[in-house]
């Protein structure tokens, strides 16, 4: 069974919702995915992998078409092939036993904004050097500053990342702030991913 779903011109989440909803109508097939620019091809292909499905990227044109194969053999868990595409080596996703933090701006704390910053670069080092790591690190808003060229807390990130942390941030937020150009680390995701680890994780810190 191939199901089609065309949602070039659709905005952050409503391609990968589109997609989630064919394939939770089939036991076994193909859904075709048709977008028409980088972020919703990126943000459909992480969903397909992380659910387990093999998902494959055609270019045609500035078009992505991707093709999501189901079938009975899927697992919860990533296998190690998906997990690197997706950059979750030596992970599974998020199934309720991880510490996800949300952080949706680039200084903790109200008050001084120097202290702000200062602050929030102690809590990345932090981060970098404490075990177990969490499972995912979400930038929102001026949050995304953090993960852009001309971050204090780069080094740091690459650090948690380099660890099989995944490091999450707002396409929409990246947009607004004109960086998505100038993302340093982690990948750019969209609401219904980041909404997909905050409700199944644990523990979700808010700073």
Do not use: W
């Not at 064919?22 to 459909?44: F, H, M, P, R, S």
């Not at 659910?51 to 009975?72: P, Q």
């Not at 950059?87 to 949706?104: M, N, P, S």
């Not at 941030?169 to 609401?191: H, I």
């Amino acid at each position: 069974m191939i199901k089609t779903v065309d949602c070039r011109g659709l905005v952050c989440p409503l391609p990968v919702v589109n997609a989630r909803k064919l394939l939770a109508e089939i036991e076994e097939g193909t859904v075709v995915v048709i977008v028409d620019n980088q972020a919703a091809k990126e943000n459909v292909m992480v969903f397909g992998r992380n659910a387990g499905y093999r998902v494959d990227v055609e270019e045609k044109r500035e078009d992505y078409i991707l093709t999501i194969t189901k079938n009975r053999l899927e697992c919860d868990a990533l296998t190690e092939e998906t997990a690197s595409d997706a950059g979750l080596q030596g992970r599974t996703f998020c199934k309720g036993e991880d510490t996800v933090y949300f952080i949706a701006s680039d200084l903790l704390g109200d008050g001084s904004l120097d202290l702000g910053h200062v602050l929030m670069k102690s809590l990345i080092l932090t981060l970098a050097e404490q075990q177990p790591s969490p499972v995912a690190l979400i930038f929102l808003n001026t949050g995304v500053r953090l993960s852009t060229e001309g971050s204090p807390v780069l080094e740091h990130l690459q650090a948690l990342a380099d660890k099989g942390v995944v490091i999450l941030s707002c396409g929409t937020c990246l947009d607004y702030y004109n960086l998505k150009e100038k993302l340093a680390v982690g990948r750019v995701s969209n609401m219904y991913e980041i909404n997909e680890y905050l409700s199944k994780a644990k523990k979700v810190i808010a700073v």
